[in-house]
């Protein structure tokens, strides 16, 4: 499920016309739109925080953690192969320009028949637990690090994982085999965008070229309130941005109170 991303921007410009605040175009609602999700997508990990620490209730469909748990699982991949390359120092490293957090990072043996989970380390204590013959990674303890790291090259920053030791083979020679690294972990959301065909000097909406907001169907309201905010700051009609700052107040006592 989504939310479709026409839908929205035509409640936007609804109210952004009955305030009588002006025009929000494709071009400016596409990057008030993907900043929108980017903060919806964030908060929740801050939420799950603070209703962590409070009581819940019996009732499923009312507890908070539960909802939020429910509107972060549109982003959980478990269990994914992924591609490894070899480095300059012949280490074993995958980069991705998706993964916005680390849940598990599994290992196969040479088999491929047992897989062994690998703690995360971080990456300046790599050499105090390498030079060690207690700590030291092995194959059935295997570790790694990860950092960001600006891989525009193909498609933005992302994070880069190195895995210790190498999963390899020796037979009939030491070689990288495909297969052997799986993680599981939270993606970011796909950045949406509102397509368009120019007719009689207008744009009409065009779904082959859309792109919509992956969030929970839920969020709906949210995304209107906090694109209003923006589009206020940006035609600078303050009234408009308190109009939608009132809104989203609104609706946050009542999910929160």
Avoid: C
Wanted: proline content about 5%.
């Amino acid at each position: 499920m989504a939310i479709s991303i026409d839908t929205v921007y035509q409640k936007v410009l609804a109210l952004a016309n009955k305030e009588q605040r002006g025009y929000i175009t494709p071009q400016e609602f596409n990057l008030f739109a993907d900043q929108a999700q980017k903060e919806i997508f964030e908060q929740y990990f801050y939420d799950v925080n603070q209703f962590g620490r409070t009581f819940g209730n019996s009732h499923v469909y009312s507890d908070m953690l539960d909802n939020l748990e429910d509107k972060i699982s549109y982003f959980k991949r478990p269990d994914q192969n992924v591609t490894t390359r070899l480095d300059e120092h012949g280490d074993i490293y995958f980069e991705n320009n998706i993964v916005y957090r680390i849940g598990l990072v599994r290992v196969m043996d040479r088999a491929g028949k047992q897989s062994y989970i690998a703690e995360e380390i971080k990456m300046e204590d790599y050499y105090l637990y390498k030079d060690s013959p207690l700590t030291k990674p092995s194959k059935k303890r295997p570790m790694y690090w990860k950092q960001e790291t600006n891989i525009n090259s193909r498609g933005g920053d992302g994070i880069r994982i190195k895995v210790f030791p190498p999963p390899r083979v020796s037979e009939p020679r030491d070689v990288l085999v495909d297969g052997k690294v799986w993680i599981s972990y939270i993606k970011h959301p796909t950045k949406p965008n509102w397509g368009y065909v120019v007719v009689n000097d207008k744009p009409l909406y065009n779904s082959n070229s859309s792109i919509n907001f992956e969030l929970h169907p839920a969020e709906e309201s949210e995304l209107v309130y906090r694109i209003l905010a923006f589009a206020g700051i940006a035609i600078e009609k303050p009234q408009l941005t308190q109009v939608a700052a009132t809104l989203e107040q609104v609706k946050v006592q009542q999910e929160k109170q």
